[in-house]
């Protein structure tokens, strides 16, 4: 395992390694090309993020739903499909990681992708409509679906076939990604929430949540569609009371934890990330990065679910994707953070278990001046009433990268431990006791952050605040993996056809078992190099066919067809009765 996250790690650093070099640090590749496409679409579309939210929130309500357009799910569906997706492990457990990584600051990058990703989001959607493949079956609804559509459509179909190549790229690695970003990662916050609460092994919450995933994508898009339109709103209904419960007993904290944000966003404080422009970078980076995580834009795996949507007109639909983003970061991730600013848990170190083969331990070697670099596992670590005896250069203990000031023997911390710790094994003390768990004040990260801040922020009321994350991590976990079952589906129609949705479906529940059992870090980090890559040919073709989707814009906003799409649903209802 040690080995796999050492090539993991070197991996991911190689793809941040390309970018623009500022201060010795590098802004990577991906941040430009996001944020780049954001900003050029932005401009592009005239702001369409701006203009058209409220349509978008209009056509999402189903008043302009005509139950006779082409289509699988409605347009509400279709939304609540691609946020169960994305309102989920991202908005939780990845908000925390932006916050413990980059700081408060991250919160305003993620505001910054969010808002810029609402214009990249519309393009996307608009096209996946424009190019989606429908089929109109003879025997009545067929379970794998009757409409493919999403980046490898419009890529083929838009830019032309000599770009089919990069179509069939961008499939093999969305469907790759989807065993990953969409279903490993929720396994694995699934399953270390569940072990850390209550002790279950994480094979046994693997094997429970993939026979729940299973039973439901079986079902095809039809199915997802009815049970994410009914959970979708549910979990975002709780988990946001909860936290403006929150924010409503806090109100004090309210100002001055907006002040920090954006104080942190371009001046960091000194800390794990570093120090200077560097700290500026990792704060951007991570921002950014659990953006991407969050909301999914120009990612090019929501357009498949809104690519299914009951609709004629394509940009109908590229406006409820607008929601989608404001909803998911601005709203729903602004929530965590606040909760977790607000209550100060970002940067605290709380009383924790630190099991000694755990994907939570990384090595630190501190260069002084707070600037901190990951190195590989030591042959040992010596410790001496409870003190990690390390020399300069030399890598120490960590726990969710920040170094481990002393080590106990037991849960009340009154005996200092002393012996030597062997990285990835145990920890042997000098009278021969061999140790699995060792106790210290560590930092948390993650979902367990996210339940402190809600344990915290709701204490005065009652010792139940985690329990609302706990809950939500469930929910949105396995709605999250439901909802990227169909991406990754999608992608195996366009590259083999309707005989490898089956198949496909069932190595995706295997995954999700898998997932469940491998390091945290491995999970994300492996997510996160899929993410690096699929996001290019998507980008490119949002480019190069902007010009396309400001065309299909115009001429939408000035035939204004929801009008009599608004008529033939009324017309619709009046028959039903």
Request: with cysteine; aromatic share 10%; proline share 5%.
């Given at each position: ?10 991996v ?5 390694s390309?970018?623009i ?15 780049g496409?954001?900003?050029f ?29 082409p ?16 309102v ?7 908000a ?6 980059g ?10 992708t ?7 989001k ?42 089919r190549?990069?179509?069939i ?8 990604t ?17 072990r850390?609460?209550?002790g279950?092994?994480?094979l ?14 079986i ?23 909860g936290a ?10 309210l ?8 104080r ?6 000194a ?12 704060t ?6 659990r953006?991407?995580?969050s909301?999914?834009?120009g990612q ?14 394509p ?11 404001f ?8 929530m ?28 630190i ?7 901190y ?9 010596n ?26 023997t ?7 431990f ?23 004040d ?7 952050l ?9 204490s005065?009321?009652?010792?139940f605040?985690h329990?609302?994350v ?18 990754g589906d ?11 949705v ?16 491998v390091?945290?870090?491995?999970a ?14 998507n980008?490119?073709?949002l ?16 035939r204004?067809p ?12 009046e028959?039903?009765?």
């Amino acid at each position: 395992m040690e080995a796999l996250e050492q090539v993991v790690s070197a991996v991911k650093g190689f793809f941040n390694s390309f970018g623009i070099p500022v201060s010795g640090e590098t802004i990577p590749f991906k941040v430009i090309a996001l944020l780049g496409t954001g900003i050029f679409l932005t401009v592009r579309l005239g702001f369409v993020q701006l203009r058209h939210l409220a349509h978008g929130f209009a056509v999402t309500s189903g008043r302009y739903d005509d139950p006779n357009d082409p289509g699988d799910v409605s347009h509400f569906q279709a939304l609540t499909t691609a946020l169960s997706a994305t309102v989920g492990i991202g908005n939780i457990a990845g908000a925390a990681w932006a916050i413990h990584w980059g700081g408060p600051g991250a919160l305003f990058w993620m505001w910054m992708t969010a808002l810029l990703g609402m214009a990249t989001k519309f393009s996307e959607v608009t096209l996946a409509q424009r190019y989606r493949n429908v089929e109109k079956p003879k025997d009545g609804p067929k379970w794998e679906g009757t409409v493919s559509g999403g980046p490898m459509y419009y890529i083929e179909r838009g830019l032309g076939p000599k770009w089919r190549p990069l179509a069939i790229f961008f499939a093999i690695m969305l469907g790759t990604t989807a065993f990953l970003t969409g279903n490993a990662v929720q396994a694995n916050t699934l399953a270390d929430t569940m072990r850390s609460s209550f002790g279950i092994p994480n094979l046994v919450t693997g094997l429970v949540a993939a026979a729940i995933i299973g039973a439901v994508i079986i079902g095809g898009i039809t199915r997802i569609g009815k049970v994410t339109g009914f959970l979708a709103p549910i979990m975002a209904a709780i988990y946001v009371a909860g936290a403006m419960t929150i924010i409503l007993l806090n109100y004090d904290q309210l100002l001055p934890s907006f002040a920090l944000i954006f104080r942190e966003a371009f001046n960091p404080s000194a800390g794990v990330a570093g120090t200077g422009i560097g700290a500026i970078l990792v704060t951007m980076n991570w921002g950014v990065d659990r953006g991407l995580f969050s909301n999914e834009a120009g990612q090019g795996s929501a357009p498949i679910a809104h690519a299914a949507a009951k609709t004629e007109e394509p940009v109908s639909e590229g406006v409820v994707g607008l929601v989608e983003p404001f909803i998911d970061t601005i709203v729903i991730v602004t929530m965590t953070a606040l909760v977790i600013v607000m209550t100060g848990v970002w940067n605290e170190k709380v009383p924790s278990a630190l099991t000694m083969d755990g994907g939570d331990i990384t090595y630190i070697i501190d260069h002084g001046n707070q600037v901190y670099e990951e190195a590989p596992a030591p042959s040992q670590i010596n410790v001496a009433d409870g003190g990690q005896l390390i020399t300069a250069g030399e890598p120490a203990f960590a726990w969710h990268d920040v170094i481990v000031d002393e080590f106990f023997t037991d849960k009340d911390q009154t005996a200092p431990f002393s012996g030597v710790i062997n990285p990835g094994d145990n920890a042997v003390a000098d009278d021969g006791t061999t140790y699995s768990i060792l106790y210290a004040d560590a930092p948390e990260g993650g979902a367990p952050l996210t339940m402190l801040g809600f344990r915290r922020g709701l204490s005065k009321i009652g010792d139940f605040g985690h329990y609302i994350v706990l809950i939500s991590v469930l929910l949105f976990g396995i709605s999250t993996a439901i909802s990227w079952s169909y991406y990754g589906d999608r992608c195996a129609m366009y590259l083999f056809g309707p005989r490898a949705v089956l198949p496909y479906k069932v190595v995706y529940i295997l995954m999700h078992v898998a997932g469940a059992l491998v390091a945290a870090n491995i999970a994300w980090d492996l997510g996160d190099i899929f993410l690096s890559i699929v996001i290019l040919p998507n980008l490119l073709a949002l480019l190069l066919l902007s010009g396309e989707v400001r065309k299909l814009m115009d001429g939408y906003f000035e035939r204004k067809p929801w009008i009599e799409s608004a008529k033939a649903r009324q017309r619709w209802k009046e028959q039903q009765k």
